[in-house]
């Protein structure tokens, strides 16, 4: 069992930043893949990045080269760092970790955190 909270959401302007923050109930180091999705009003969940267990990530097309996921064992926390923020971005933000055990994988899931960027 994994539970993930978020934080760090919240209304910033075009162009600024935003840090999030998603922490787990428990050590990280051997959960297979965590990741930010992503829900706008009306439309699907997206995903916007990925890390791996053993660092490789990936990025939405939409957010290559403007967002940065990281993760760091000790704290037990991935972080979301949001540059060169878009009104396109706002959304309600979420983690997910994903862990497979005895073959089975298991998908868990934060409450969410609201992001809205102004024009």
């Known amino acids: 069992q994994v539970h993930l909270v978020e934080s760090g959401g919240g209304l910033v302007q075009a162009g600024g930043s935003l840090r999030l923050s998603c922490a787990a109930s428990r050590s990280i180091f051997s959960i297979n893949a965590m990741d930010w999705h992503r829900q706008a009003p009306g439309k699907q969940r997206e995903l916007v990045a990925a890390i791996a267990s053993g660092g490789t990530t990936n990025y939405a097309g939409s957010v290559k080269g403007r967002f940065t996921i990281s993760r760091d064992n000790a704290k037990n926390t991935v972080y979301l760092q949001m540059n060169s923020l878009k009104p396109e971005d706002t959304a309600v933000y979420y983690c997910?970790?994903?862990?497979?055990?005895?073959?089975?994988?298991?998908?868990?899931w934060g409450q969410g955190t609201q992001v809205t960027v102004s024009s």
């Open positions: 997910a970790a994903h862990l497979i055990t005895r073959g089975t994988l298991r998908d868990y």
